[in-house]
Structure formats: structure tokens, C-alpha cells
Nanobody
Framework: VQLQASGGGLVQAGGSLRLSCAAS????????VGWFRQAPGKEREFVAAIKWGSRHTRYGDSVKGRFTISRDNAKNTVNLQMNSLKPEDTAVYYC???????????????????WGQGTLVTVSS
């Protein structure tokens, strides 16, 4: 599985950005695609995940109600719509994929076998 993340940039607090993760290779119905982020000096944090076949989603507590993860069939991409952005959302965002990750483990970076390059999101106050 190959992943290519895009869409990062600079935005003011309260604004929106849309990240995309283009996926190719052996994507299966039980593949889970997740977004993680890492701010300078901090550990990698789970943001959201979606199961390719069922489209079941899961969100990290800090982004619930503000971020939406979705899958675009036609483009084979997973999108992360980020609204009401805060300065604390500033980080490098990574998309990742893994197969047969149970729901309770989707927040754990170690469960994902494939990673794209990061895309930087900067939210100014």
C-alpha cells in the first residue's frame, strides 16, 4: 500500500482545511486508513480512522465534532475535513494504513503498517 498525503498549509484560527490521502496498492475491505499528527516535542497523536469497506469511523477526543474523515471511492482517497481549527491543531499530519485493525486498536500508531509522508498544518492565532 502506498499513501500520499496532501492539503496542508497555513490557516487562521477558526478556519478550515481539507487533507487528502491518496491510496494505491492492495487496499481491501478490511483496510483501515488513519490520520495521526505530531507537534514539535510531542508524541504522535491519533486523529481519526475509517475502515475502507464499512466506512466505520473513529475520532480522537480532541477533534470530535470538528474534524470529519471520509472516503472518496472515485479517487481512492481518504479525506480529513478540518473545521474550527485551533492553534493547538498545528502539527505534521500523517496518513497511515493497516489491515484488520480492530476498533479498539485503531488509535495505536503501531497497528498501522504503511505510512505516507507528512503534511504540515499551521494554525495561527
Amino acid at each position: 500500500v502506498q499513501l500520499q498525503a496532501s492539503g496542508g498549509g497555513l490557516v487562521q484560527a477558526g478556519g478550515s482545511l481539507r487533507l487528502s490521502c491518496a491510496a494505491s496498492g492492495s487496499i481491501r475491505s478490511n483496510t483501515v486508513v488513519g490520520w495521526f499528527r505530531q507537534a514539535p516535542g510531542k508524541e504522535r497523536e491519533f486523529v481519526a480512522a475509517i475502515k475502507w469497506g464499512s466506512r466505520h469511523t473513529r475520532y480522537g477526543d480532541s477533534v470530535k465534532g470538528r474534524f470529519t474523515i471520509s472516503r472518496d471511492n472515485a479517487k481512492n482517497t481518504v479525506n480529513l475535513q478540518m473545521n474550527s481549527l485551533k492553534p493547538e491543531d498545528t502539527a505534521v499530519y500523517y496518513c497511515a494504513a493497516g489491515n484488520s485493525i480492530i476498533t479498539s486498536a485503531q488509535t495505536m500508531a503501531a497497528q498501522y503498517d504503511y505510512w505516507g509522508q507528512g503534511t504540515l498544518v499551521t494554525v495561527s492565532s
